[in-house]
Nanobody, 123 residues
Framework: QVQLRESGGGSVQAGASLTLSCAFS????????LAWFRQSPGKEREFVATISYRGGRTDYSDSVKGRFTITRDNAKNMLQLHMQNLKPEDTAVYYC????????????????WGQGTQVTVSS
């Protein structure tokens, strides 16, 4: 199985940029998709972005499209989320997730999760 560990969260002002990282390890020889989800207090965990094993396919939620970019480097076992023009509504705990096979935006299709990293955006 793939193990995941996020880092890079923090507190920033609106309009700032921030990059989250997710180091992956374990059974990485099989092709697996990666994704970012986020959860705000009192809300359900929601899809943010996903990327295929070789990076050829990416999908984004409408709320982050054009502001966030998901990338992965399999040689370095690293997934990243590059966030620009952050807004207070981006405040959440961000989780990376993995599944063997193709990308999907469905939370329940991802069996492997990291512990999360907090992002706080103030106005």
């Amino acid at each position: 199985q793939v193990q995941l560990r996020e880092s890079g969260g923090g507190s920033v002002q609106a309009g700032a940029s921030l990059t989250l990282s997710c180091a992956f390890s374990g059974r990485t020889s099989d092709e697996f998709a990666l994704a970012w989800f986020r959860q705000s207090p009192g809300k359900e965990r929601e899809f943010v972005a996903t990327i295929s094993y070789r990076g050829g396919r990416t999908d984004y939620s409408d709320s982050v499209k054009g502001r966030f970019t998901i990338t992965r480097d399999n040689a370095k076992n690293m997934l990243q989320l590059h966030m620009q023009n952050l807004k207070p509504e981006d405040t959440a705990v961000y989780y990376c997730a993995a599944r063997y096979g193709s990308t999907t935006t469905l939370l329940r299709q991802y069996p492997r999760w990291g512990q999360g990293t907090q992002v706080t955006v103030s106005s």
